[in-house]
């Protein structure tokens, strides 16, 4: 049985990297990582791994770095005005919580972008393996299953979602 | 450019003063056009990411005991083409894709990652390498597009007839091979390209 306090600490988590990412505060959102930790997004639901099949994001921390400091760098111009998100996080669920505190969490997400004039929605649900630390959790997989990824967009992804 | 300098990637060493920039483009004529991006490498396999040690140690001993040592080691520093094969094949390093033409301004971008055969430890690397490059959430497609998305726009300008491609015309050679080589940021691809579409697509 997953205690009260348990489940407000993983919802906290996961409402603070929302806001560090709609914040823009990409390098704080990224700390949020454990040092092998991936960003996950599957084509669709039925994958099971990134490893040999094709992804929209299959990141490691290095590559999260690079997006990063691409997104961020001044010389950047397709990236200006930076992206505006909005995320709302919600129906979150502990799946598995292990003896030494890492938890399996899900949720399901929002996030409304804008570029420029440009306005989309991104939906789906998220799956955290958290790991806990002296510092709180860490994520060592996100995993983003959205609704719509299968759908045709004039332009491409460059935030996470 | 902007692109260069804002990923790390092969494509940092093409990044600086102009005259600093080693890499060349070609036009081998008949619309087959080529940009060599190996000239500004430094290292071997810049091409795959810098790949080294055990990434690499199968191919480098079996290219080597195929190639010998020398070639080997030019395959190793040059990496695949960056190449438009005529009228609609792209060679692009390690992606291949095919632009097909659906209408006026509309084309479909096919790509798909180079595999190497008997090489299966590269793929997931060249899967990932293939995503970050042209996937749906690349670095690389979001320069391309906007540029190509203001050229577009440029084509419908109505204050000049003229689209001039000159960019270079003052600084090209013809290599050992007939091919015309200048500096990478020149428009000869372009004009190579252009040259043998009107060629082929008109009666005179």
Not at chain 2, 157 to 176: F, H, K
């Amino acid at each position: 049985m997953v205690s009260e306090a348990d489940h407000r600490a993983v919802a906290d988590f996961l409402y603070r990297e929302a806001r560090l990412a709609d914040e823009a505060r990409y390098a704080e959102w990224l700390a949020l990582w454990t040092d092998d930790g991936v960003y996950w997004m599957p084509p669709e639901p039925s994958y099971t791994t990134w490893d040999g099949t094709p992804a929209i994001f299959a990141e490691d921390k290095n590559l999260m770095r690079v997006r990063m400091g691409r997104v961020l760098h001044p010389d950047a111009w397709s990236q200006r005005p930076l992206w505006g998100t909005n995320h709302v996080v919600s129906n979150v669920i502990i799946e598995k919580e292990g003896p030494n505190g890492d938890v399996i969490a899900r949720s399901r997400f929002h996030m409304m972008e804008l570029r420029r004039d440009d306005v989309r929605h991104f939906a789906g649900s998220y799956m955290h393996q958290l790991k806990k630390t002296a510092e709180g959790y860490r994520i060592k997989l996100q995993r983003v299953d959205m609704t719509n990824a299968q759908a045709a967009y004039d332009y491409v992804l460059q935030i996470w979602v | 450019m902007a692109l260069f300098r804002t990923i790390r990637s092969q494509y940092q060493r093409v990044v600086g003063d102009e005259r600093s920039i080693k890499a060349v483009v070609r036009d081998w004529g008949r619309g087959h056009i080529e940009i060599d991006w190996s000239p500004g490498y430094e290292g071997l396999f810049e091409w795959l990411g810098n790949a080294a040690g055990p990434a690499v140690e199968r191919f480098v001993a079996a290219i080597e005991r195929r190639d010998g040592p020398e070639v080997a080691q030019r395959r190793f520093r040059e990496g695949p083409a960056h190449a438009l094969i005529f009228p609609n094949l792209f060679l692009g390093e390690t992606n291949i894709a095919i632009v097909q033409p659906v209408s006026v301004e509309e084309c479909v971008h096919w790509h798909t990652p180079m595999f190497w055969k008997g090489v299966p430890e590269w793929n997931g690397r060249l899967l990932r390498m293939a995503e970050a490059g042209m996937g749906p959430a690349s670095f690389l497609m979001p320069d391309d597009l906007i540029v190509a998305g203001r050229n577009q726009l440029g084509l419908r300008a109505r204050t000049s007839p003229w689209l001039l491609l000159g960019r270079g015309l003052d600084r090209e050679t013809v290599d050992g091979d007939g091919r015309i080589v200048s500096h990478v940021t020149d428009e000869t691809t372009n004009r190579g390209f252009f040259h043998h579409l009107r060629a082929v697509m008109s009666e005179v």
